[in-house]
């Protein structure tokens, strides 16, 4: 287990960012219920400015390798849960395998692009239909997990089961529920929420909640 509770002090001085108040509970958001999925035609893709475009069946993701990680979780309404624990495939390690970046020790470099990595943003999107979007930067972070467990179990549906992003370091609309698709951007662009008025950037500490 990676503890990663404590990448706040990158950002500020308090692990509670400014304007949000803890709680235990695990609410669930979503903007329009939870989608069936179905593990015999799911895919997932990795495409848009890279080297070698990806896709995944659920028998195929489950066999990438995975971490388990203890992280604090960030709602942009205010609250906020500690401790969750993920499981799951770090962006980086996608990022490498598609070719955005050379090697996936050196994560947080983004001097270390390959030719075709002209990537500066990315697009997420789930079943549901959501978007969201983040600089490449932020992405390129071992705590960004595609997970697909919580608290040694499966993740629950309503979590974004069976996968779904997780942002330690930005507000949590940024990991997008029942994701099934990264595009790999050029230019910036906007999400679902980006596009309603929150911030591209969203750091929590910073308090980057509109745009
Ligand atoms: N696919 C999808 N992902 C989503 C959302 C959504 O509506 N659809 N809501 C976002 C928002 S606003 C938040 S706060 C978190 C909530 O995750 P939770 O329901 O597990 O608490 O998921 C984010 N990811
Ligand atoms: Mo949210």
Known sequence: MK????????????????GQRETSEFPVLSKSGTPDWDPDTWEFTVTGAVETELAFSWEEFRDLPSETHRQDFHCVTGWSKFDCEFTGVPFPELAERAGVVDDVDERRSSGNRTESGQAVHVMFSGLDGYTTDLPLEDCLREEVLLAWGYDGESLPADHGGPLRVVTPHRYAYKGAKWVDGIEF???PDRGYWEKRGYSQTAD????????
């Open 3 to 18: 503890d990663v509770t404590d990448l706040y002090r990158e950002f500020g001085e308090e692990r509670l960012p400014p």
């Open 185 to 187: 951007l050029t230019e």
């Open 204 to 211: 929590p500490w910073r308090e980057e909640r509109y745009s």
